[in-house]
Protein backbone atom coordinates (compact mmCIF):
# COMPACT_ATOMS: atom_id res chain seq x y z
CA UNK A 1 0.00 0.00 0.00
CA UNK A 2 1.01 3.48 -0.55
CA UNK A 3 2.67 5.72 2.30
CA UNK A 4 -0.35 8.50 3.38
CA UNK A 5 2.10 11.46 3.58
CA UNK A 6 0.06 12.52 6.57
CA UNK A 7 3.08 13.61 8.22
CA UNK A 8 2.02 16.55 10.99
CA UNK A 9 -1.98 16.20 9.69
CA UNK A 10 -4.30 15.86 13.29
CA UNK A 11 -4.76 12.73 15.10
CA UNK A 12 -8.02 11.21 13.53
CA UNK A 13 -11.19 12.24 16.30
CA UNK A 14 -13.61 9.91 17.27
CA UNK A 15 -16.34 10.80 14.99
CA UNK A 16 -13.95 10.16 11.59
CA UNK A 17 -13.42 6.94 13.17
CA UNK A 18 -17.02 6.23 13.47
CA UNK A 19 -17.78 7.24 9.68
CA UNK A 20 -14.34 5.14 9.12
CA UNK A 21 -15.99 1.86 10.85
CA UNK A 22 -19.06 2.22 8.98
CA UNK A 23 -17.45 1.86 6.04
CA UNK A 24 -15.51 -0.56 6.76
CA UNK A 25 -18.91 -2.26 8.15
CA UNK A 26 -20.47 -1.92 4.82
CA UNK A 27 -17.30 -3.25 2.83
CA UNK A 28 -18.36 -6.88 4.69
CA UNK A 29 -15.00 -6.53 6.46
CA UNK A 30 -12.97 -5.40 3.19
CA UNK A 31 -10.00 -3.04 3.47
CA UNK A 32 -9.46 -1.75 -0.42
CA UNK A 33 -7.26 0.23 -1.95
CA UNK A 34 -7.15 4.22 -2.17
CA UNK A 35 -8.18 4.04 -5.68
CA UNK A 36 -11.96 2.07 -4.31
CA UNK A 37 -14.96 4.88 -5.27
CA UNK A 38 -16.23 4.13 -1.74
CA UNK A 39 -12.72 4.85 -0.09
CA UNK A 40 -12.38 8.36 -1.81
CA UNK A 41 -15.80 9.60 -1.31
CA UNK A 42 -15.29 8.96 2.54
CA UNK A 43 -12.07 11.16 1.84
CA UNK A 44 -14.22 13.68 0.49
CA UNK A 45 -16.46 13.43 3.22
CA UNK A 46 -13.78 13.77 6.60
CA UNK A 47 -12.00 16.88 4.32
CA UNK A 48 -15.38 18.75 3.89
CA UNK A 49 -15.91 18.60 7.84
CA UNK A 50 -15.17 22.12 9.52
CA UNK A 51 -12.44 19.93 12.52
CA UNK A 52 -9.67 21.03 10.80
CA UNK A 53 -10.32 23.79 8.59
CA UNK A 54 -6.43 24.47 8.17
CA UNK A 55 -5.20 21.31 7.80
CA UNK A 56 -7.80 20.70 5.09
CA UNK A 57 -6.06 22.58 2.29
CA UNK A 58 -3.72 20.03 2.78
CA UNK A 59 -3.35 17.49 -0.17
CA UNK A 60 -2.06 14.83 2.23
CA UNK A 61 -5.37 15.50 4.65
CA UNK A 62 -7.25 12.55 4.94
CA UNK A 63 -6.67 11.43 1.50
CA UNK A 64 -7.73 8.42 0.01
CA UNK A 65 -4.11 6.55 0.76
CA UNK A 66 -4.96 7.79 4.71
CA UNK A 67 -8.63 6.45 4.43
CA UNK A 68 -7.14 3.33 3.11
CA UNK A 69 -4.78 3.23 5.57
CA UNK A 70 -7.41 3.52 8.90
CA UNK A 71 -9.89 0.79 7.39
CA UNK A 72 -6.79 -1.37 7.87
CA UNK A 73 -6.17 -0.35 11.56
CA UNK A 74 -9.74 -1.29 11.69
CA UNK A 75 -9.64 -4.84 10.44
CA UNK A 76 -6.60 -5.28 12.90
CA UNK A 77 -9.01 -4.55 15.68
CA UNK A 78 -11.39 -6.91 13.84
CA UNK A 79 -9.40 -9.77 13.27
CA UNK A 80 -6.02 -9.60 14.58
CA UNK A 81 -4.10 -9.56 11.74
CA UNK A 82 -2.62 -6.86 9.40
CA UNK A 83 -0.99 -3.32 10.83
CA UNK A 84 -1.15 -3.29 14.15
CA UNK A 85 -0.42 0.80 14.63
CA UNK A 86 -4.06 1.45 15.85
CA UNK A 87 -4.72 4.23 17.91
CA UNK A 88 -6.33 4.37 21.15
CA UNK A 89 -8.81 6.85 19.51
CA UNK A 90 -9.24 3.42 16.98
CA UNK A 91 -8.81 1.74 20.12
CA UNK A 92 -11.93 3.36 22.06
CA UNK A 93 -14.55 3.57 18.81
CA UNK A 94 -14.08 -0.01 18.65
CA UNK A 95 -14.65 -1.21 22.13
CA UNK A 96 -18.20 1.09 21.60
CA UNK A 97 -19.23 -0.01 18.25
CA UNK A 98 -16.77 -2.61 17.14
CA UNK A 99 -19.58 -5.34 17.73
CA UNK A 100 -22.61 -2.99 16.59
CA UNK A 101 -22.66 -2.46 13.13
CA UNK A 102 -26.56 -0.80 13.25
CA UNK A 103 -25.53 1.44 16.58
CA UNK A 104 -22.71 2.44 13.85
CA UNK A 105 -24.45 3.10 11.34
CA UNK A 106 -27.17 5.18 13.18
CA UNK A 107 -24.24 7.62 14.63
CA UNK A 108 -22.18 7.65 11.20
CA UNK A 109 -25.89 9.27 9.32
CA UNK A 110 -25.28 11.75 12.73
CA UNK A 111 -22.32 12.71 11.92
CA UNK A 112 -23.21 13.42 8.46
CA UNK A 113 -25.99 15.47 9.00
CA UNK A 114 -24.35 17.61 11.85
CA UNK A 115 -21.59 18.30 8.90
CA UNK A 116 -23.72 19.37 6.76
CA UNK A 117 -25.24 22.00 9.08
CA UNK A 118 -21.75 22.81 10.25
CA UNK A 119 -20.80 23.68 6.76
CA UNK A 120 -23.28 26.99 6.63
CA UNK A 121 -21.87 29.79 7.37
CA UNK A 122 -22.60 31.12 10.76
CA UNK A 123 -24.47 34.37 10.30
CA UNK A 124 -24.09 36.82 13.04
CA UNK A 125 -27.05 39.05 13.80
CA UNK A 126 -26.92 42.67 12.81
CA UNK A 127 -28.20 44.43 15.94
CA UNK A 128 -25.02 42.53 17.76
CA UNK A 129 -22.40 43.62 15.68
CA UNK A 130 -20.46 46.39 17.87
CA UNK A 131 -19.69 50.04 16.85
CA UNK A 132 -15.90 49.16 15.46
CA UNK A 133 -17.60 46.91 12.73
CA UNK A 134 -18.50 43.20 11.67
CA UNK A 135 -14.92 42.52 11.62
CA UNK A 136 -13.85 43.68 15.29
CA UNK A 137 -16.91 41.83 16.59
CA UNK A 138 -15.88 38.56 15.25
CA UNK A 139 -12.38 38.76 16.53
CA UNK A 140 -13.18 40.26 19.67
CA UNK A 141 -15.67 36.39 19.80
CA UNK A 142 -12.83 34.50 18.86
CA UNK A 143 -10.82 35.78 21.43
CA UNK A 144 -12.86 35.11 23.96
CA UNK A 145 -13.56 31.98 23.04
CA UNK A 146 -9.93 31.44 23.83
CA UNK A 147 -9.91 27.97 25.68
CA UNK A 148 -6.87 29.20 27.43
CA UNK A 149 -7.51 32.30 28.40
CA UNK A 150 -10.89 31.17 29.75
CA UNK A 151 -8.84 28.19 31.74
CA UNK A 152 -6.63 31.31 33.14
CA UNK A 153 -9.76 33.33 34.76
CA UNK A 154 -11.53 30.31 36.01
CA UNK A 155 -8.05 28.95 37.86
CA UNK A 156 -7.69 32.58 39.37
CA UNK A 157 -11.65 32.72 40.35
CA UNK A 158 -11.20 29.72 42.18
CA UNK A 159 -8.62 30.40 44.34
CA UNK A 160 -10.63 33.40 45.44
CA UNK A 161 -14.06 31.23 45.44
CA UNK A 162 -15.39 33.69 43.21
CA UNK A 163 -16.63 31.11 40.45
CA UNK A 164 -19.55 32.81 39.51
CA UNK A 165 -21.42 35.83 37.47
CA UNK A 166 -19.65 39.10 37.70
CA UNK A 167 -23.07 40.51 36.91
CA UNK A 168 -26.05 38.28 38.45
CA UNK A 169 -24.31 36.09 40.66
CA UNK A 170 -25.36 33.32 38.74
CA UNK A 171 -23.38 30.37 40.66
CA UNK A 172 -22.86 26.66 40.44
CA UNK A 173 -25.91 25.60 42.66
CA UNK A 174 -25.42 21.78 42.44
CA UNK A 175 -22.72 21.13 44.63
CA UNK A 176 -20.80 18.82 41.93
CA UNK A 177 -17.66 20.71 41.38
CA UNK A 178 -18.31 19.00 37.50
CA UNK A 179 -20.85 21.80 36.82
CA UNK A 180 -19.31 24.34 38.70
CA UNK A 181 -18.25 26.61 35.42
CA UNK A 182 -20.27 24.91 33.13
CA UNK A 183 -22.38 27.85 32.29
CA UNK A 184 -19.46 30.72 32.65
CA UNK A 185 -17.96 32.49 29.94
CA UNK A 186 -15.17 34.95 29.70
CA UNK A 187 -15.43 38.51 28.30
CA UNK A 188 -12.99 41.47 27.56
CA UNK A 189 -13.69 44.71 29.59
CA UNK A 190 -11.87 46.50 27.38
CA UNK A 191 -12.63 46.30 23.27
CA UNK A 192 -10.29 44.99 20.93
CA UNK A 193 -9.09 48.89 19.74
CA UNK A 194 -7.90 49.39 22.83
CA UNK A 195 -6.15 46.47 24.02
CA UNK A 196 -4.62 46.51 20.45
CA UNK A 197 -1.76 43.50 20.17
CA UNK A 198 -0.75 43.72 23.72
CA UNK A 199 -1.43 39.98 25.29
CA UNK A 200 -5.07 40.03 27.03
CA UNK A 201 -4.58 39.71 30.90
CA UNK A 202 -6.62 37.99 33.20
CA UNK A 203 -7.37 41.54 34.62
CA UNK A 204 -9.31 42.62 31.47
CA UNK A 205 -11.67 39.78 31.76
CA UNK A 206 -14.79 39.40 33.46
CA UNK A 207 -16.33 36.31 34.45
CA UNK A 208 -20.27 36.43 32.69
CA UNK A 209 -23.04 33.68 32.72
CA UNK A 210 -23.82 32.68 29.07
CA UNK A 211 -27.38 35.03 29.41
CA UNK A 212 -25.21 38.01 30.91
CA UNK A 213 -22.40 37.54 28.40
CA UNK A 214 -25.30 37.75 25.57
CA UNK A 215 -27.65 40.55 27.44
CA UNK A 216 -23.77 42.20 27.32
CA UNK A 217 -22.79 42.24 23.87
CA UNK A 218 -26.44 43.12 22.94
CA UNK A 219 -26.23 46.20 25.27
CA UNK A 220 -23.10 47.31 23.45
CA UNK A 221 -23.82 47.30 20.13
CA UNK A 222 -27.00 49.40 21.39
CA UNK A 223 -25.39 52.07 22.97
CA UNK A 224 -22.75 51.96 20.29
CA UNK A 225 -20.00 52.18 22.82
CA UNK A 226 -18.22 50.13 25.27
CA UNK A 227 -20.03 49.62 28.75
CA UNK A 228 -18.13 49.18 32.04
CA UNK A 229 -18.48 46.31 34.43
CA UNK A 230 -20.53 48.50 36.55
CA UNK A 231 -22.60 50.08 34.13
CA UNK A 232 -23.54 46.69 32.99
CA UNK A 233 -24.64 45.74 36.31
CA UNK A 234 -26.30 48.65 36.97
CA UNK A 235 -28.31 47.66 33.18
CA UNK A 236 -28.65 44.13 33.71
CA UNK A 237 -28.41 43.19 36.77
CA UNK A 238 -32.37 41.70 38.40
CA UNK A 239 -33.58 42.91 41.42
CA UNK A 240 -32.52 39.72 42.65
CA UNK A 241 -28.89 38.30 41.58
CA UNK A 242 -29.87 34.71 40.29
CA UNK A 243 -29.40 31.81 42.65
CA UNK A 244 -29.56 33.89 45.77
CA UNK A 245 -32.43 31.90 47.21
CA UNK A 246 -32.04 28.46 48.31
Known sequence: MAITKGHGNPHWTEDEVVLALDLYFKLAGNAPGPSDPQVIDLSHTLRSIPYHAEAARKESFRNADGVAFKLQNLRQLATGKGLANTSKTDKTVWERFGHDPAATSARAALIRQATQILSVPEIEPDEEVFAEGKAVTRAHRRVERSKELRK?????????NEVRCDICGYHNRTGDRRFEDAGLEAHHLR?????GATATKVSDLALLCATCHRL?????????????????KATLQPAEPVGAAT
Open 152 to 160: KLLEQRRLR
Open 191 to 195: PLAIL
Open 216 to 232: THRAIALEKRWLSLEEL
